[in-house]
């Protein structure tokens, strides 16, 4: 079993800035793909980026130029640091992680999420 957990999210003003990280455990042969995604009350759950092992990123065009995904391959983690942020970024942001585990078994695995609130 893999787990997911992020940190970092909160309360902040337009403007301001946040980083998530978000830490894996537990049996992991290998993590591929990590990613951040997010859901906002009413809407569905949405892309914001993803990093590969290699270190290649994706951006939604709504967070390009502000965010910056990045990874740890050693740690097993990754973060999204957050600038410039709008009310509209408001939303639970979850971490995603498309793995294999000890016993070779591809997964995709998802945190508990983290809230963020940004205040106009």
């Known amino acids: 079993q893999v787990q997911l957990v992020e940190s970092g999210g909160g309360l902040v003003q337009a403007g301001g800035s946040l980083r998530l990280s978000c830490a894996a455990s537990?049996?992991?042969?290998?993590?591929?793909?990590m990613g951040w995604y997010r859901q906002a009350p009413g809407k569905q759950r949405e892309l914001v980026a993803t990093?590969?092992?290699?270190?290649?990123?994706n951006y939604s065009d709504s967070v390009k130029g502000r965010f910056t995904i990045s990874r740890d391959n050693a740690k097993n983690m990754v973060y999204l640091q957050m600038n410039s942020l709008k009310p509209e970024d408001t939303a639970v942001y979850y971490c995603?992680?498309?793995?294999?585990?000890?016993?070779?078994?591809?997964?995709?695995?998802w945190g508990q999420g983290t809230q963020v609130t940004v205040s106009s």
């Open positions: 990093i590969t092992r290699g270190g290649i990123t």
């Open positions: 537990g049996s992991i042969f290998s993590i591929n793909t």
């Open positions: 995603n992680a498309q793995g294999i585990s000890r016993a070779m078994v591809p997964g995709t695995y």
